[in-house]
């Protein structure tokens, strides 16, 4: 049944100092007003509320990134907005203004933009619609950079059950970033509650999957990538796959987008899947923590089935089971403490009192059913052998990806009306008129194409971009007295001596303007109209120096 509309929407908490000092008890209030359908809650601390009174001199951070992790960006070429990260481990360590000072070079800048819809829409055709794969950098460290003094909301401190009973579990991590940072879509381990803290820098831009709609999600993840689905079931738990709202909307998937700004909190709620990227540098503060309403997340949740994903620490449920569920605890040490998933779907709930109805009648063995139990636990799915014995099942796992829509709403089962088609009626004078403008338009490219085939080129040398004095048979009669012992083809350079190199940038001009410094996307990728060199000169390698 899909949840109203009003309760799906993600809300924004302004709390006083009072009703955050107990931050466990303020989510469970959040909880009760229905903050948790959306998977997402935004909270605005009291203008009192202060993380570090020092502020964010970066020069005072005194935060070493040990590992920093470079982003690669691999597109899916079959289907659009969908594509695949790739993250290399690097072995130099840098400090906080370090990387700021890359995350702020003109390589990685954000393009112009004049609001957070039309860079997100810059975000997605970057990396869905560039052949080169797009590099980024990120950093994740254990650390925290909220005063120990301040008791309040304190990411070191705060009050949940998971910092009782296994606070090794829960401590804050820094995360650093930049423009086109990905958080591929995922789930925290072990379906855990998430607090984020936007510290200082660009704002974020999050999408988050309302709890119920996730086994949604994993269908179409599982239909985009068949290859990595094969090798493991739960493939989303590696945390690299990035798709699309627009796919997703397409898919009758409500996707919810959230704007963190700087100074802000998000509150991850269990089994959301979320998503996101940075709009340019950026310190954040993240950490798990958990409710009582948790533990049966905890122990239903399916985690990734292949051996390629090995994590430094699996947090154990037993502790809870004993202290929140002591009735149950005896069947849960035995492995017979069996139920679904709070967030399961329609599908998986029939498909599970089915095998207890074939059991007692004795369709399946005990054995059989053993297995299936067995296999449920671990992935939500019908076992593909059961629907072959059984084929007239009234339920079902298939699921059809719809590649495009043109829905723009952000629920599912959103009515397209659909109209009828009326025949307008010709004009015959505006049939003419297209006609001739359509002639004059392939005249007019005709001319272009003509005019770049008698362009004349020596070399990589074409007239007019940047060499004044020259004639192309003296610089076609220089390359050709030239030969590298290589056998490479060398460019002519600017010679950087004449004043016509020294000559400072207009800053007027069309490949000053296109430079970041001065507003551009680094599109032309020229020098200045100005800086125009007299004297050209051959371009060497160490072969030809050697030579020399």
């Not at 933009?113 to 619609?129: I, M, Q």
């Not at 985690?303 to 090995?310: F, G, K, M, S, W």
């Not at 020259?470 to 004449?498: I, M």
Request: proline fraction near 6%; charged fraction near 25%; charge should be positive.
């Amino acid at each position: 049944m899909e949840p109203p509309r009003d309760q799906t929407k993600p809300m924004t908490f302004y709390p006083t100092l009072e009703e955050l000092a107990r931050f466990d008890q303020y989510v469970a209030g959040l909880e009760s007003q229905g903050a948790h359908k959306a998977g997402v809650a935004r909270i605005v601390p009291p203008k009192n509320w202060v993380a570090r009174k020092a502020g964010y001199d970066l020069a005072n951070v005194n935060k070493e990134i040990k590992t920093p992790v470079q982003q690669i960006t691999s597109t899916l070429q079959v289907t659009s907005g969908a594509f695949i990260t790739q993250n290399k481990q690097s072995t130099t360590s840098l400090s906080v203004p370090e990387y700021h000072r890359l995350a702020t070079s003109p390589k990685h800048l954000p393009p112009s933009h004049s609001s957070p819809d039309e860079l997100e829409h810059l975000y997605w055709k970057e990396v869905t619609e560039d052949k080169a794969p797009s590099v980024t950098s990120r950093a994740e460290v254990q650390a925290t950079l909220t005063d120990a003094s301040q008791a309040v909301l304190n990411m070191a401190s705060l009050s949940s059950i998971l910092s009782e009973e296994a606070p090794e579990s829960c401590p804050p991590r820094l995360c650093v970033g930049m423009w086109k940072t990905t958080s591929c879509w995922q789930v925290e381990d072990r379906d855990l509650y998430a607090v984020n803290f936007l510290h200082q820098g660009a704002a974020k831009t999050w999408y988050c999957i309302p709890p119920q709609y996730g086994y949604k999600l994993e269908q179409v993840a599982h239909q985009l990538f068949p290859e990595v689905s094969g090798a493991c079931f739960n493939l989303l738990r590696h945390k690299n796959i990035m798709i699309s709202p627009k796919l997703l909307l397409a898919n009758d998937i409500p996707v919810h987008k959230v704007v963190q700004e700087q100074g802000t909190f998000l509150v991850l709620f269990p089994h959301s899947y979320h998503s996101g990227f940075a709009h340019g540098f950026s310190i954040s503060e993240e950490t798990n923590f958990a409710l009582p309403r948790w533990i049966e997340y905890g122990k239903r949740f399916r985690d990734c089935l292949c051996t390629n994903l090995e994590r430094a620490a699996s947090l154990k449920i037993d502790k809870f089971v004993k202290k929140f569920q002591p009735e149950t605890q005896a069947s849960w040490q035995q492995g017979e403490d069996f139920a679904l998933h709070p967030e399961d779907p329609v599908f998986v709930k029939r498909y599970w009192v089915d095998l207890k109805t074939r059991l007692r009648l004795g369709f399946i063995s005990s054995k059989e059913f053993g297995m299936l139990r067995e296999s449920l636990s671990r992935k939500r799915e019908v076992a593909p052998w059961f629907k072959v014995k059984f084929p007239n099942l009234d339920y079902n796992d298939n699921f059809e990806l719809i590649r495009s829509s043109k829905k723009t709403e952000h629920y599912p089962n959103t009515p397209i009306k659909k109209l009828k088609k009326v025949e307008k009626p010709v004009d015959v004078k505006k049939k003419l008129v297209s006609s001739r403008e359509k002639t004059l338009k392939e005249k007019h490219w005709k001319d272009i194409e003509t005019k770049k085939s008698s362009k004349k080129n020596v070399g990589n040398v074409t007239k007019g971009f940047g060499f004044k004095g020259e004639k192309f048979e003296d610089l076609k009669a220089k390359r050709s007295l030239f030969q590298c012992p290589s056998n490479k083809k060398h460019k002519f350079k600017a010679c950087k001596t004449c004043s016509g190199c020294k000559e400072e940038d207009c800053n007027t001009c069309v490949y000053c303007l296109d430079k970041p410094r001065n507003g551009g996307k680094l599109v032309l990728k020229q020098k200045c109209k100005k800086r125009v060199c007299g004297n050209p000169k051959m371009g060497t390698c160490p072969m030809c120096r050697l030579e020399a």
